[in-house]
């Protein structure tokens, strides 16, 4: 898509948003006044991130005149936790637990995961925590609120010195039924705080007080873990560009899809650990608004994984847990399932059973896949995309990566000697196998949620999303599969366009025949006033509420949504209705026994952006101005001569007949034989098969 | 005698010729039907024991009943070969007697649910779940009574009936079913779970036949079924040997004073097939302590055990169930008479775990674990509330993981797969219960180059009058070690009454009265120990033992002496080492702590608590099977 010229006439501030990858740093400036969009990619510098947002702001503003004061507020998703986790690089923290349950993180809930058999081989991750930075305190609160032992503040004033001999950098106090009542956690907070001054403190009655002493405490020690870590980072970041543009706002992305101040984000790090693909999901909601398709699937296909969610409404399924691999945290996030299949993906094939299996290792991006020249030898998918001609070898990709054919053929070889395939058909396979991988986690938030894709559009983006989306889209029936412009770019579009956001909750058990509408109103009146305090002054909020309901004795919580209206009526009664008639929708059956409450929340969310739209210049409809070159393809078994088109120069009307190769900087689309991509007048490429009529 | 199979379209599947792509795609769908059914279940049950520890098992089975995918094997072939009557295109059977379905599940609270699947009027395949009711009625609060004698106290039988027709529950059933048991609104939600969950599998298999084909279906699952016969060949030839190898183990009573009781199995290989023979397995017990093991349910153990130890990406079903024959005698512990008891089989059944693995390990010891499989320890706890409302739990503990080739036995996790412990803030909020501490107990891992895993210390303290009932075992012997590891610590209870007095509490008991404030120390066992203590090094001896895994004297086992800060002091280590290995006795492939004999004249002074008689002689036992 090409970058419209600055207005110079007119003065006006700008949204930025940032999205830090592993390989590159994604910049997107958006003009308040008329939604112009500039864009800008640099590689990531992952020792310090920052460096690289300034990077891309001296480009992105140079490059394109742009005074750079004119940057209202920078909106930012970051990876910065996620990765504190994935490697294992967190702060060390100390653990002040009730006395006789020190080993709540060793013993953990006991699970080994996999079959019968599995702890044969199962290596455990090791605790977060080493259980010689566990302090245990004697206290004692008790499940109805009541103090059965009261904090020994004398002796815990002489034990927590043992986690300064530790070198902690950061504590969690997690006591038991403190999601009752916290009182002992933030005296012990107050103690700490006079005998470790400069630690930061983190109670699990703040963080997340929900019942399950294990997993609160896991999500407590998570936030300490990266408190330091994103503390520093925010501080840091906020502080560089504050030199640049003293007036600018930092906001970073939350992994529930909403915004929190620089300030929130450092206090309550957990709640970010899955920013970078909620950006990916707010930014596809954005484009999804603007082509019209309120119901969608998202696919998020990059190197090593692939991320999806379901959007129904222009509303993404949030949940009440966040994991990021074996680490499982109580912390809201947008429902996005993860699975180890990306363009990195390596296939083989094992000895016993002579399948072929693709993922979930990867070859990443060092040693790369075997077509990239940098020493992979072993079959990757992209390998096999080169092989079928989908990824055109010679079109330079991102301007830098050289692609060797003859080396991802050989890499095929592989498996295809032991399967008694063709190299074609092996990669065929290949890509059959993680299209079915990635097939399996679409199924994961659709179907077995209640949904029919059919019912929903296909969302495609990341580096290999275009690539697969056509396949997919055709394995659900989802149609039409969306390409948004830019797909490579689209977290940072997320990044641009969410809106601040903060929640306060609370632990609130009662039958529903031991509670009034009165009650729940008097207890979510003050959720209220407190959600709304934490988001900016002056922001005008809108509040929404949700209550987790059940069967007694029941263990699944399901959140019910309820609006400020609903308020209004008879609470129990709504709730009710609404709980039945979702248990029925998922798991076929509701019973007629008495249900309850567990928690209660209220999110409030300021206005959000309303940015002005620029449509792409109309085309005559045919798709030849931008035509490159033919290639050869390989698909179902048969060749296919596929026409090659450069995507900056396509415009709105435009019909692709596939097969068709679409390239554009850093991604490259596919439209499969016996489809068709329609360009919308935004941009995007809307992809149908030829049997069904196009509802453009 | 015999199922009727009715279908509506004529002509048996086809087989066609399969991809080895389509195949895998099949596969991992059916996977993850099978997935699906445990999240469903998970999510809708309301026993604690399904909903927060999971004791409930899918499976998927082709047409023939064989598991596709699943755990703990199929059990379908049993039902067909026991059930008089038709299987209709919208039945969804229930039963939970063992002695009716040849032993598909093996006491009475596990209610199996399972579900012929019809495409297009033709049986295409099998959906089952069975899952542990905590009540299922009978003499006691959780049903399962020690001192039974007989099945018919143990409580209601359900035979196989239809508790759907025509996709229409069986209301009648349903009402005879609920009456029975303590817990009727439990009982009620985690059937409909478990008919959720198989009434998923259906859906998903419409889905696949309607996407592949029927015939394609067909023909990749019994590819799914070739592939781990093929495998299991191959796995056979290695691990089985030609020359017979025998191995036996113990559970040491059966709560009504009588111990231990032997069980014992003698494997061998003919060409391809493996035998596995348990002659020499002690007489049924005259109390509840049976294991009604079907042999079906057999080959799935050798099955999970051999696939993890040789090759762990094996996809496992039930395909190579043809190779293995499985010899039981008839009115043995393993093969009982009806109406013999079976409630507390609970103890046998992880024997049996611990059995094949000193079995096995006799071909490969160096791919062999530890001993670990004590029972699962349940606990129950049940009377009325403040309110007058009445409360019962059921609760398995864990004790710790053996120590394994690849490393230390994790400390108080679960063998089991998909277990989980029940948190103590829903304990407390749930039952009148406080928890006083829930902690590892250092030095009850048995030492090792790889140390055992060590058991879990509950204190529970009662805050209602009520009864508990306790199902335990290795309090007697010891979960062994292998290969120079040594035999791990043993389970143990006691009941400090609020009153001040203490009393130990055997390891089998029911209706042992409580009163608010008594306390309840239920210290599970440790895992075997793996190679020998005196070569793990010193500072990881230390590393346990500045954590409190183990103590100072916990230390002197592996022949490492702590200094003061509890660093190694290396002289005196080197030397206790030196001494350990010059009066070492000849290498052992297994640390029992003892044989038998000696543990049984050591018993009381070192458990406090007597040690059984010998069991009755086998001919009081000995009648004509009552049908």
């Not at chain 1, 992209?382 to 092989?387: E, G, K, L, Q, S």
């Not at chain 1, 076929?588 to 210049?617: I, K, M, Q, Y």
């Not at chain 2, 007058?388 to 230390?408: E, K, N, S």
């Not at chain 2, 060590?454 to 292998?482: K, L, M």
Request: aromatic residues 8%; glycine residues 10%; charged residues 20%.
């Amino acid at each position: 898509m090409a970058d419209p010229a600055p207005i110079q006439a007119v003065p006006t501030s700008y949204i930025l948003g940032v999205d830090i990858g592993g390989t590159f740093t994604d910049l997107l400036l958006v003009r308040e006044a008329d939604g112009a969009i500039f864009t800008a990619k640099v590689p990531s510098t992952p020792a310090d991130p920052s460096v690289a947002v300034l990077t891309g702001i001296d480009r992105i503003t140079e490059h394109h005149g742009i005074p750079r004061e004119r940057i209202r507020t920078v909106m930012h998703g970051t990876t910065v936790a996620t990765n504190a986790v994935l490697t294992r690089s967190g702060v060390r923290v100390g653990l002040l637990t009730t006395k006789g349950f020190r080993d709540v993180l060793h013993i953990g809930r006991s699970f080994v995961p996999g079959n019968l058999g599995a702890w044969v081989t199962w290596q455990r991750p090791s605790p977060l925590v080493p259980l010689s930075s566990v302090v245990e305190v004697n206290e004692r609160i008790l499940a109805d609120g009541t103090v059965d032992r009261p904090l020994d503040e004398a002796a815990l004033r002489l034990d927590i010195h043992r986690l300064g001999d530790e070198r902690i950098e950061a504590l969690t106090i997690s006591f038991l039924n403190a999601y009752v009542d916290g009182r002992h956690e933030r005296l012990a907070r107050e103690i700490a705080h006079e005998e470790l001054p400069g630690i930061q403190v983190s109670i699990s009655s703040e963080v997340a007080p929900e019942m399950y002493e294990y997993e609160r405490t896991v999500t407590t020690v998570v936030n300490s873990y990266v408190g330091p870590i994103v503390k520093s980072y925010v501080d840091n970041l906020q502080s560089l560009l504050s030199r640049q543009i003293p007036s600018v706002n930092l906001r970073i992305l939350r992994s529930d899809g909403g915004l929190a101040s620089g300030e929130a984000a450092a206090a309550a790090p957990v709640n970010h650990l899955m920013s970078g693909p909620a950006g990916g999901v707010t930014g596809a909601i954005w484009v999804a608004k603007q082509t019209g398709f309120p119901d969608f699937l998202t696919f998020d296909m990059g190197g090593t994984s692939t991320d999806v969610a379901l959007v129904q409404g222009y509303e993404a399924r949030t949940r009440r847990e966040t994991a990021v691999h074996e680490v499982i945290v109580r912390a809201p996030s947008l429902d996005v399932k993860s699975v180890g299949a990306g363009g990195g993906s390596i296939a083989f094939v094992p000895a016993l059973t002579e399948a072929l299996r693709v993922g979930p290792r990867s070859a990443g991006a060092v040693p790369g896949p075997a077509a990239y020249c940098k020493g992979g030898t072993e079959p990757t998918v992209t390998d096999a995309n080169i092989v079928l001609g989908y990824l055109p070898a010679d079109v330079r990709l991102g301007g830098e990566l050289e692609v060797d054919v003859a080396l991802a053929e050989q890499a095929l070889e592989k498996i295809a000697g032991p399967l008694g395939l063709t190299v074609r058909e092996a990669a065929e396979g290949v890509i059959d196998i993680v299209n079915e991988n990635m097939f399996g986690a679409l199924r994961l938030v659709s179907v077995e949620q209640g949904y029919d894709p059919r019912d929903f559009a296909l969302m495609a983006f990341g580096g290999a999303g275009p690539l697969h989306a056509n396949a997919l889209g055709a394995l659900l029936q989802s149609w039409p599969v969306v390409i948004p412009p830019g797909p490579g770019v689209l977290c940072a579009y997320g990044d641009a366009t969410t809106r601040l956001r903060n929640e306060s909750s609370r632990s609130f058990v009662r039958r529903f025949g031991d509670t009034t509408a009165a009650e729940i109103r008097a207890v979510l009146a003050p959720l209220a006033a407190d959600a709304a305090a934490g988001l900016e002054e002056g922001a005008a909020a809108t509040v929404s509420y949700q209550a987790d309901v059940r069967y007694c004795g029941q263990g699944l919580v399901m959140p019910i949504d309820l609006s400020t209206a609903d308020l209004q009526g008879d609470i129990p009664a709504l709730l009710r209705e609404r709980f039945d008639r979702t248990h029925e929708q998922l798991f076929v059956f509701a019973l007629d026994s008495e249900a309850e409450l567990v928690n209660v929340r209220a999110t409030a969310e300021a206005g959000g952006l309303d940015l002005a739209s620029r449509p792409l210049p109309a085309g005559d409809g045919s798709p030849a101005a931008a035509e490159l070159d033919r290639r050869r393809i390989f698909h179902h078994g048969t060749e296919h001569e596929a026409t090659l088109y450069d995507r900056a120069r396509l415009r709105a009307g435009d019909r692709v007949e596939g097969p068709a190769i679409i390239t554009e900087m850093d991604t490259t689309s596919l439209i499969l034989p016996g489809h068709h991509g329609l360009v919308e007048r935004h941009g995007s490429i809307l992809i149908y098969p030829n049997d069904m009529p196009a509802e453009a | 005698m015999g199922a009727r199979i009715i279908e509506t379209a004529a002509g048996p599947y086809t087989r066609v010729p399969v991809s080895v792509v389509v195949t895998d795609i099949i596969e991992s769908s059916l996977r993850n039907a099978r997935t699906e059914m445990d999240a469903v279940i998970f999510r809708t049950a309301m026993s604690p024991g399904i909903r927060e520890q999971h004791d409930a098992f899918p499976i998927i089975a082709n047409a023939a009943g064989l598991m596709v995918v699943g755990q703990f094997g199929s059990f379908i072939h049993g039902f067909l070969a026991a059930y008089d009557g038709t299987v209709e295109d919208g039945d969804v059977f229930l039963t939970n007697d063992p002695y009716s379905c040849n032993g598909a599940i093996s006491h009475l609270n596990d209610w199996l649910v399972l579900m012929p699947i019809f495409h297009e009027g033709r049986l295409a395949a099998w959906s089952a779940m069975f899952a542990h009711m905590t009540d299922t009625g009978g003499r006691v609060p959780g049903s399962l009574p020690t001192d039974a004698q007989q099945i018919f106290e143990e409580g209601i039988q359900i035979p196989i009936v239809k508790i759907m027709r025509g996709n229409e529950l069986v209301d009648d059933v349903l009402k005879i079913c609920l009456r029975n048991t303590r817990v009727p609104e439990w009982n009620r939600a985690d059937l409909m779970a478990q008919i959720a969950a198989v009434k998923l599998a259906e859906r998903r298999i419409h889905e696949l036949s309607r996407r592949f084909g029927p015939d394609l279906l067909y023909s990749a699952m019994e590819i799914l079924l070739e592939r781990n016969l093929n495998a299991f060949r191959k796995v056979i030839r290695e691990v089985v040997p030609e020359t017979p190898v025998s191995f036996e183990d113990h559970i040491d009573d059966d709560g009504m004073g009588n111990g231990p009781f032997k069980i014992a199995c003698t494997m061998w290989r003919e060409g391809d097939r493996a035998i596995f023979d348990f002659a020499g397995t002690d007489p049924q017990s005259s109390s509840s302590v049976n294991f009604y093991l079907q042999p079906e349910q057999f080959k799935m153990i050798f099955g999970a055990y051999t696939s993890k130890l040789f090759d762990p990406d094996i996809v496992f079903n039930d395909g190579y169930y043809e190779l293995l024959d499985v010899r039981i005698p008839e009115g043995c512990l393993l093969r009982p008479r009806r109406p013999a008891a079976l409630s507390c089989r609970t103890h046998l059944l992880c024997r049996m775990f611990d059995l094949v693995s000193g079995l096995l390990g006799q071909g490969k010891p160096e791919a062999m674990c530890g001993a670990g499989w004590s029972a699962s320890p349940h606990l129950m706890y049940s009377g009325f509330d403040g309110k007058g409302d009445w409360f019962q739990l059921y609760q398995i503990g864990f004790g710790g993981l053996p120590a394994r080739p690849v490393g230390d036995g994790v400390d108080g996790h679960s063998l089991w797969p998909s277990f989980m412990n029940i948190p103590t803030e829903y304990l407390e909020a749930y039952f009148p219960l406080v928890i006083r501490h829930t902690r590892v107990i250092a030095d009850s891992g048995g030492p090792g180059l790889h140390r055992g895993g060590n058991g879990i210390s509950i204190a529970y303290e009662f805050r209602q009058a009520g009864d508990i009932s306790i199902h335990d075992d290795r309090w007697i012997t010891h979960p062994w070690g292998v290969n120079g590891g040594k035999a791990a610590g043993r389970s143990r209870r006691r009941l400090d009454r609020a009153a001040g007095t203490s009393e130990l509490v055997p390891s089998k008991c029911d209706r042992v009265h409580v009163e608010p404030g008594d306390i309840l120390y239920f210290d599970t066992w440790g895992g075997g120990g793996w190679g020998d203590p005196v070569q793990r090094p010193a500072e990881l001896v230390s590393a346990d033992a500045k954590v409190g895994l183990i103590t100072r004297e916990g230390a002197l086992r592996y022949g490492v002496v702590l200094g003061e800060s509890l660093e190694p002091d290396l002289a005196a280590t080197a030397a206790l080492r030196r001494e350990l290995v010059a009066n070492a006795g000849p290498p052992s492939s297994f640390d029992f702590g003892g044989d038998i004999e000696d543990l049984l004249t050591r018993c009381e002074a070192e458990t406090g608590l007597p040690a059984p008689r010998r069991p009755p002689t086998p001919g009081r036992m000995s009648h004509a099977p009552v049908t």
